[in-house]
């Protein structure tokens, strides 16, 4: 349901309470109009001024900062204010009842300020995705991919292509309406296609570099694999630096996909360890394997144990699969004169923590070429992703038939720009209109 606009919003911004200050933000037509009955005369725009914050019956709430924001120069384009008092739970929960008891004034719903500020044209739907990534984001690489969505870096990319997509349409549509007035020479619009073509490369990079804003956002997957008993769960506790998996020396003792998280060098990791594989009639454990199988194959890196301790030769992994495998010999410490001379990428223990630094930057160095792009302006969610690549069919398509007609290929450009408009949420029949009189002196 879309909320009522009309209504005055107001919600707690800050963290968990109790804290040392809470941040109350109100947002709406009536914003100044409560506020002044609650603290009275408002401190000059964007300037902090200590009030006392009375209910209207007099009692005293809190002393507090107050901040006022009139629109349209504020978060949601509308009259907002702030609120910063005591972070106490009863401080606050008098507040916001208060602010409860004034008509038209209500408690936000999820993401309605940042709802408001889209409908206001103050956001658009990828600085709106990039702000929530960037509340959630928890390592240093994710804050930084977010940063681009949020603060537009990403919005200019699609807004640039979005102007020379209206200006090639421009283009066509004026050849085609006006061109037997001989006003327009007729191959006005020859002149676009080689910039079609440029863009069609341009919206191509992006979308190679896809993989890398999808695992940089939603973390990169690391799955340990191998026979039973050869250290997998051992090493996944001393990456993590706790005991998460149970360690024992009976094989088969993991029967589910365990699952951590890690951050290497501001990157999100996701470790997974799995059962371990081998011929077994025991059910528990066959589904285990089957699960394990099922998470090797969406791993971007597989680290293959294999036991450089044991009497035999730990057995190869029937793996296929495009992501890379790093061949780790386990227990090094107990390595005998009878151990196998196999050779590993990599040799650890995680009994005396040996190697571990070394397997660390081993990952790393995979996660960095699957991320190794020019800029973080990237795509990182399907939505937008999806939308990417009609554009870059529907340019494609428009670009390469030549010898469809002019109005097909128009009709490909309006996608092209639907699409594109759609990733922003902005839909431009408006804008297209203003592009063809602005752009395009037909003399007339
Ligand atoms: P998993 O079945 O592959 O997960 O293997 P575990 O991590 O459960 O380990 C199997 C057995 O090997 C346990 O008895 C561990 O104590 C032992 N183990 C694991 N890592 C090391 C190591 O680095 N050195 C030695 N000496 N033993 C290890």
């Known amino acids: 349901m879309i909320p009522d606009f009309n ?68 978060f949601t384009g509308e009259d907002c204010a702030e609120i910063h008092l005591h972070g106490g739970k009863a401080v606050v929960a008098a507040l916001l009842s208060e602010l409860g008891s004034f008509d038209g004034c209500r408690i ?80 006005v619009s020859d002149r676009v296609w080689p910039d079609l073509s440029a863009l069609a490369g341009e919206v191509r990079g992006q979308l190679e570099a896809e993989r890398a804003g999808e695992i940089i956002r939603d973390g990169f997957k690391v799955v340990i694999a191998g026979s039973p008993n050869v250290g997998k769960s051992s090493l996944l506790n001393a990456l993590v630096d706790r005991e998460v998996a149970i360690v024992t020396e009976y094989a088969g003792t993991t029967r589910d996909v365990l699952h951590c998280e890690l951050d290497i060098d501001g990157f999100a990791v996701h470790l997974f360890d799995t059962a371990g594989i081998r011929e077994t009639d025991e059910a528990v454990e066959k589904e285990g394997i089957r699960r394990a199988l099922g998470k090797i194959a969406e791993a971007d890196l597989v680290l293959h144990l294999k036991d450089a301790s044991a009497a035999v030769e730990s057995v190869d992994l029937a793996y296929n699969g495009d992501a890379p495998v790093i061949t780790v010999g386990t227990k090094i410490d107990a390595i005998t004169a ?107």
């Open 108 to 187: 936000a719903e999820a993401g309605e300020f940042s709802r408001r500020a889209f409908e206001n044209g103050k956001l658009d739907l990828v600085e709106i995705e990039g702000l929530a990534d960037l509340l959630a984001a928890e390592t240093e690489m994710q804050r930084r991919l977010a940063a681009e969505q949020s603060f537009g870096r990403l919005s200019a990319v699609y807004d640039g292509w979005r102007e020379r997509l209206l200006h090639a349409r421009a283009m066509v549509e004026a050849e085609l309406d006006f061109a037997d007035e001989g006003d327009i020479p007729g191959s």
């Open 338 to 444: 009878s151990s196998p001379k196999q050779i590993y990428d990599l040799m650890i223990s995680s009994a005396q923590r040996v190697g571990l630094d070394d397997l660390r930057q081993a990952i790393l160095q995979v996660l960095r070429e699957k991320t190794d792009v020019i800029s973080l302006a990237i795509p990182s969610r399907i939505r937008q992703r999806q939308h990417l690549r009609d554009v870059l069919a529907n340019v494609e398509e428009a670009v390469r038939s030549a010898d469809i007609g002019l109005e097909l290929r128009a009709e490909y450009l309006r996608r092209a720009s639907d699409s594109l408009g759609r990733i922003t949420g902005k839909i431009d029949v408006e804008a297209m209109l203003g592009k063809i009189f602005s752009d395009f002196c037909v003399g007339k």
């Open 7 to 74: 209504e005055t919003i107001f919600a707690l911004s800050s963290g968990a309470l109790p804290a040392g200050v809470a941040v109350v933000r109100l947002s709406g037509a009536a914003t100044f109009q409560i506020l002044n009955a609650l603290v009275g005369t408002l401190p000059r725009p964007r300037f902090a001024g200590l009030r006392s914050i009375r209910s209207r019956d007099g009692v005293l709430l809190d002393t507090g900062l107050v901040v006022i924001f009139p629109g349209p120069a504020s």
